[in-house]
């Protein structure tokens, strides 16, 4: 057996098991704050992990843990998050923190914008057919 494929595997049950443990405990902190009942929670949620993602992203400490994890780690927090926050350092590194702030607000804002109207557009076609 490949010592090396074993390692991966582990490596990701392990990242992606701790990144799984720590949205049952953001869960938790929500249905504690706002009731089980709560509409939220998956919502606030998903939310907690995205803002935990780009904190850890612009740090560094994430492509450590995709270096480790592989898609244990990847498959959580992948996606926008990474992007906005790709886009953060990259205009940081040029022009500083508002600059990367600004940068990764307006590619926040340009992914909801330019999304939802190629769905309307698709949906559009999809009706007229």
């Given at each position: 057996m490949n010592v090396g494929v074993v390692k991966r595997l582990f490596g990701s049950f392990v990242i992606g098991g701790i990144i799984g443990c720590a949205s049952e405990c953001f869960y938790?902190?929500?249905?504690?704050?706002?009731?089980?009942?709560?509409p939220w929670l998956m919502s606030l949620t998903l939310v907690t992990l995205g803002v935990v993602a780009g904190i850890l992203y612009v740090f560094g400490?994430?492509?450590k843990l995709e270096?480790?994890?592989a898609m244990g780690a990847v498959?959580?927090?992948?996606g926008l998050v990474s992007a906005v926050a790709g886009s953060y350092l990259a205009a940081s590194e040029k022009g500083g923190t508002r600059a990367g702030i600004k940068a990764g607000v307006l590619f926040f804002l340009y992914v909801l914008?330019?999304?939802?109207?190629v769905a309307a557009l698709f949906t559009i076609v999809y009706a007229c057919l």
């Open positions: 938790a902190f929500w249905r504690f704050l706002l009731g089980a009942q709560s400490v994430y492509r270096k480790v994890g498959l959580p927090f992948s914008g330019v999304g939802p109207l």
